[in-house]
T-cell receptor
Framework: SAVISQKPSRDICQRGTSLTIQCQVD?????MFWYRQQPGQSLTLIAT?????????ESGFVIDKFPISRPNLTFSTLTVSNMSPEDSSIYLC???????????FGPGTRLTVT | GENVEQHPSTLSVQEGDSAVIKCTYS??????FPWYKQELGKRPQLIID?????GEKKDQRIAVTLNKTAKHFSLHITETQPEDSAVYFC?????????????FGKGTKLSVKP
């Protein structure tokens, strides 16, 4: 597997502000992803973080709202911009191991927007 | 696109009994099917996966079966224990894992009563 960390683990933010979430993995991985999990619900893929190029967003998610960076093979950030209470959720990064294609999740960032 | 249906949404069993969770998928091109266990407040953990070239896979008390013709796969937990209580998610990938675009079911909350 892989050791994945996220920062911050939780935050409470005011409406209209932005928060950047960091994801760090202990080994080089090709694929990194960002998911959202609303309380009591399943996981929804926001985007694939591509190293050296723009992220690939899923339907319903746009770059202006969720800009993503992937400067190298072990690190990525997700920004939640111009937040509203509807953005309150858990945001998780995940990585896919090259050898097995298994996907592992970070511990998540619990975001509350007031 | 891919759609994954998961049943039941809740499942309660007595300790020692077996539990079965079923998922169906819509895209016949899907060829990678992982299962995740998520305990309250924790990240999803990969517990077992199966690829479309295999009909069944077992790991101790956990087994997964795949029926490609019917496009469904199931998780079987035998000799359940209270620590098996969690939410279980199935997922399917249209890219065989190489692109990692997992589509998740809505989850099954399993309760194991001692």
């Amino acid at each position: 597997s892989a050791v994945i960390s996220q920062k911050p683990s939780r935050d409470i933010c005011q409406r209209g502000t932005s928060l950047t979430i960091q994801c760090q993995v202990d080994s080089q991985v090709t694929m990194m992803f960002w998911y959202r999990q609303q309380p009591g619900q399943s996981l929804t893929l926001i985007a694939t973080a591509n190293q050296g190029s723009e992220a690939t967003y899923e339907s319903g998610f746009v770059i202006d709202k969720f800009p993503i960076s992937r400067p190298n093979l072990t690190f990525s950030t997700l920004t939640v911009s111009n937040m509203s209470p509807e953005d309150s959720s858990i945001y998780l990064c995940s990585v896919e191991l090259r050898e097995s294609y298994e996907q592992y999740f970070g511990p998540g960032t619990r975001l509350t927007v007031t | 696109g891919e759609n994954v249906e998961q049943h039941p949404s809740t499942l309660s069993v007595q300790e020692g009994d077996s539990a079965v969770i079923k998922c169906t998928y819509s895209d016949s091109a899907s060829n990678y099917f992982p299962w995740y266990k998520q305990e309250l407040g924790k990240r999803p953990q990969l517990i077992i996966d199966i690829r479309s070239n295999v009909g069944e896979k077992k790991d101790q008390r956990i087994a997964v079966t795949l029926n490609k013709t019917a496009k469904h796969f199931s998780l079987h937990i035998t000799e359940t224990q209270p620590e098996d209580s969690a939410v279980y998610f199935c997922a399917a990938s249209t890219e065989g894992g190489s692109q990692g675009n997992l589509i998740f079911g809505k989850g099954t909350k399993l309760s194991v009563k001692p």
